[in-house]
């Protein structure tokens, strides 16, 4: 690979593509046209109808409500990762990281892992991760592509959905949730739940998983070792002096070490409790008990509350685009899924397939759509009964199905910037610098997941 490809791949990427915000807006009007030409309802298409729509998928509660438990994740992994702990760790970890392949490579490596234990941890340790790289680059003053770095401290999002806490995976785990997908098919035909031992730890997703832990890291040092010119910029601000603090009555309290690491323990204390406490391990890893577990650890980590506050304000930042811009993406969910849009998407490629091609096409089609609606819960919702049917009647593995949408799902990560906008508030990066990069990746994990699907 000659060097300068890659900085003119970049180049083309950057005129022809918009911040993330206006890539929701534009997807948003794009929506509204295909349901226009597409939709799929006995109703009369008017404009009040697809305001309602739109209104209706805006402001939903449910979707809401994981909205905060989201961005409550993201912040508190990024304010557990400013901890002095986990900083003075992760300093040592990226020592050996001196030339853009190894840190590129390095920095990929354990983002994957820690995306296959948790998709929200798995995000902010990896921009983390990508961060100090760059710091410590700048400190020492070597050059290094940091670019490529941020973009493998994207990688958990093309490898989470077949984790611990892939959506799709976590709900097919809970008894009766496969017969309340699929009302009208007898019961007696699906299984009561699909444990992720049939999922997760599966031979096709490990072989897949393993497969990309390996390869992945081995194409991000070819491309920084040789398809790049290695680049240094001034990122990063000076750490100022921490100010000294004067404090009167119960002031004492938001310094008080003891006091916050007491709080923090306590929570600790609890979520572990409840961890070992149910039926099973496993179960433990909702949204909600993540985020109880991650406020035990920041309290814990951080020497006061004072400092844990101080961390909460920097790190709410790289939450900011989330915050405006899911809304546009739950108005989008609400056009596609009122309009029969995401139906007719799926039913095609169900038409046109048999039980070789229908995993296949499930891959393609669930790519598809999250590149519209970049939520795997709100995939799963919409695409799970045609899926669950539709194995059923040809006959194929419900798992491989399953497993089918959440590779499509996560791989078209790397397309959609939605979810790195935590990762360049975190790195500083922008999303036109890191998606060459991530088309890249986006190309070999495509090519794995496709063969996983057609040999397993």
């Not at 995306?115 to 798995?122: D, V």
């Not at 049939?198 to 393993?210: D, G, L, Q, W, Y």
């Not at 399953?402 to 078209?412: C, H, K, M, N, R």
Request: charged share 10%.
């Amino acid at each position: 690979m000659k060097k300068g490809i890659a900085e003119r791949y970049a180049n083309v990427v950057r005129r022809v593509l918009p911040s993330p915000f206006t890539i929701a807006i534009l997807l948003t009007f794009l929506t509204i046209l295909l349901v226009v030409v597409f939709q799929n309802t006995t109703s009369n298409l008017s404009t009040s109808t697809l305001l309602g729509w739109w209104s209706a998928g805006l402001w939903s509660p449910n979707l809401i409500v994981f909205a905060f438990q989201m961005m409550l994740m993201l912040v508190l992994g990024h304010v557990l990762a400013l901890s002095p702990v986990v900083g003075r760790l992760i300093d040592q970890i990226v020592k050996p990281c001196k030339t853009s392949g190894i840190s590129a490579a390095f920095v990929a490596f354990f983002t994957l892992i820690f995306g296959l234990f948790n998709w929200g941890l798995g995000l902010v340790f990896g921009a983390i991760l990508a961060r100090k790289v760059g710091e410590q680059a700048e400190l020492q003053g070597h050059p290094i592509n940091y670019p490529l770095v941020g973009a493998a401290g994207y990688s958990a999002l093309m490898i989470w959905h077949g984790g611990l806490s892939g959506s799709s995976l976590i709900k097919v785990a809970e008894p009766g949730h496969l017969s309340n997908m699929a009302p009208h098919l007898e019961a007696s035909i699906l299984p009561v739940s699909m444990g992720l031992g049939e999922t997760v730890f599966s031979p096709m997703n490990i072989v897949a998983s393993v497969t990309i832990l390996i390869l992945l890291p081995a194409l991000l040092f070819v491309v920084g070792k040789y398809g790049t010119q290695a680049t240094t910029t001034s990122l990063f601000e000076a750490t100022s002096k921490p100010k000294t603090l004067h404090p009167q009555g119960a002031e004492h309290l938001d310094l008080s070490p003891w006091f916050s690491r007491s709080i923090g323990l306590s929570i600790l204390a609890y979520a572990l409790w409840t961890m070992f406490s149910g039926t099973s391990f496993l179960a433990f890893f909702t949204p909600n008990n993540i985020n109880l577990l991650l406020f035990g650890l920041c309290l814990s980590a951080h020497s006061s509350i004072h400092d844990f506050i101080a961390a909460t304000d920097e790190a709410i930042v790289g939450a900011s685009g989330i915050l405006i811009q899911f809304p546009l993406y739950f108005g989008i969910l609400g056009l596609m899924n009122e309009s029969g849009l995401v139906q007719q998407i799926s039913d095609f490629f169900i038409a046109h397939s048999n039980e070789t091609t229908f995993p296949i096409f499930t891959f393609i089609s669930a790519g598809l759509v999250n590149i519209f609606v970049p939520s795997g819960g709100g995939q799963w919702a919409i695409q799970g009964p045609v899926i669950i049917q539709s194995s059923i009647e040809l006959g194929i593995p419900l798992n491989k199905s399953i497993l089918a949408l959440a590779y499509g799902d996560e791989i078209t990560n790397m397309l959609q910037p939605f979810w790195a906008l935590p990762l360049l508030g975190i790195t500083k990066l922008k999303a036109t610098e890191i998606l060459p990069y991530t088309l890249l990746m986006f190309g070999l994990g495509s090519v794995i997941y496709s063969l996983a699907l057609l040999i397993f």
